[in-house]
Nanobody, 113 residues
């Protein structure tokens, strides 16, 4: 139901854009967002965007990452700039309904120093 894409290998300071395409209208979700999980660490919130367009970011990515939504294409994007090696992780798309959470498959982001 959620298809993530856009991961890859990039040098520190570079940029990547992740996309999460939903099979139906993203308005059916209260909010959508991205989480990430680095090796040996717990999954953590990166950024979320609500149906109303409000956004929230982890402190570690503020000013570098931007989450946005394309309602016509039922897609949410995560623009990641000024990437750091510590951003290396598997990134997961998340969509939340009142009934529960939905997850896309992970996409690997690797930032080399």
């Amino acid at each position: 139901q959620l298809q993530a894409s856009g991961g890859g290998l990039v040098q520190a300071g570079g940029s990547l854009r992740l996309s999460c395409a939903a099979s139906g209208s993203i308005f059916s979700f209260v909010r959508m967002g991205w989480y990430r999980q680095a090796p040996g660490k717990q999954r953590e919130l990166v950024a979320i965007i609500t149906n109303g367009g409000s956004t929230n970011y982890a402190d570690s990515v503020k000013g570098r990452f931007t989450i946005s939504r394309d309602n016509a294409k039922n897609t949410v994007h995560l623009q990641m700039n000024s990437l750091k090696p510590e951003d290396t992780a598997v990134y997961y798309c998340n969509a939340r309904r009142i009934s529960g959470d939905f997850w896309g498959q992970g996409t690997q982001v690797t930032v080399s120093s």
